[in-house]
């Protein structure tokens, strides 16, 4: 059976549970990260690590954990459920209270570690590319709920993905309220440009994503020059490539934004050498479960 990581112990998949007081579940207060582990490898867990303890941090939520604790948690949730290649969902709300908003009433952050069998995206899914369009729901200011915090408040990204369905699209490319291209609903957006990789810097609203930030590395260290430097949807439109990261998607090219088809409508050459590189590193830059 699937065992989960619940109120300090390892509990069956149809006992875990939380109280309908839980503060993440009646306000979205609380914290989160989707991890994947490649070969037993635990991607990049480090830096997962270090984002959930600073989003944490941002909205005064005491993990009770270090971030040795919680690795160690993890790598224990890994091996219990005897898995190779996975997704792993942690999870820290402000815990059980009363049913007043005040995180006062929250004395134990609710910590859940949750692991399942990795199921990847169908290799067409990469080989085609997908569409995307801009929806009218902009991202959430910096000044009134940063993006940068990766909490459980996810309705912004819910209903631009809501968005992107009726639209009849796979994602949605979300603008912040200067008009400046952000992220997707739960990816980051890269385009090259004569040979040039951009991708909007974090301020503009968007989270720093771990695979955002692999890439970046990795295009680095093949001499490619990447900017972080805001850029419109026109420039998205003009591009010679575009691409999305994440923990879910990887790497996926766009071969079209607003019905505009991007150069020759495939996924670009910087895209699938990013790609591949990328599926190189994953199984070797993180924590090992199996030494
Ligand atoms: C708003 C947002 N932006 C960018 C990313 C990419 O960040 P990472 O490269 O660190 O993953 C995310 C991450 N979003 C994310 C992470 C894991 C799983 C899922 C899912 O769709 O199940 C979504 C996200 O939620």
Not at 153 to 175: F, T
Not at 186 to 208: H, Q, R, S
């Amino acid at each position: 059976s699937q065992w989960i990581f619940l109120g300090g112990a390892f509990v069956k998949k149809e006992d875990a549970v939380v109280s309908v007081y839980d503060h993440g579940f009646l306000y979205g207060d609380g914290v989160f990260e989707g991890i994947r582990v490649y070969s037993g490898n635990v991607f990049r867990l480090d830096a997962h690590l270090k984002r959930l303890f600073e989003s944490a941090q941002s909205i005064m939520l005491k993990i009770p954990y270090t971030q040795e604790g919680m690795t160690q948690l993890i790598v224990e949730t890994i091996r219990k459920n005897q898995l190779d290649s996975a997704y792993i969902r942690v999870v820290v709300s402000r815990g059980k209270g009363n049913l007043g908003l005040d995180p006062s009433s929250c004395s134990i952050p609710n910590v859940i570690i949750i692991a399942e069998e990795l199921t990847m995206y169908p290799k067409e899914f990469y080989e085609r590319g997908i569409k995307i369009a801009s929806v009218a729901s902009r991202r959430n200011r910096p000044d009134v709920l940063s993006p940068q915090i990766k909490s459980l408040n996810y309705l912004n990204n819910i209903l631009v993905k809501l968005e992107a369905n009726q639209a009849g699209v796979e994602e949605a490319l979300m603008l912040n309220d200067q008009g400046y291209v952000t992220e997707g609903s739960a990816d980051n957006i890269f385009i090259v440009k004569n040979g040039v990789i951009y991708t909007p810097p974090v301020y503009l609203g968007a989270l720093e994503g771990i695979t955002r930030n692999a890439i970046i590395d990795v295009a680095r260290a093949k001499g490619y020059e990447v900017r972080e430097s805001p850029f419109t949807r026109h420039d998205v439109y003009v591009a010679d490539e575009v691409f999305l990261t994440g923990t879910a998607v990887e790497v996926i090219a766009v071969i079209e934004v607003d019905n505009r088809v991007i150069k020759d409508g495939k996924p670009g050459a910087v895209t699938n050498e990013l790609l591949e590189e990328f599926r190189k590193i994953v199984t070797t830059d993180g924590v090992t479960c199996y030494p």
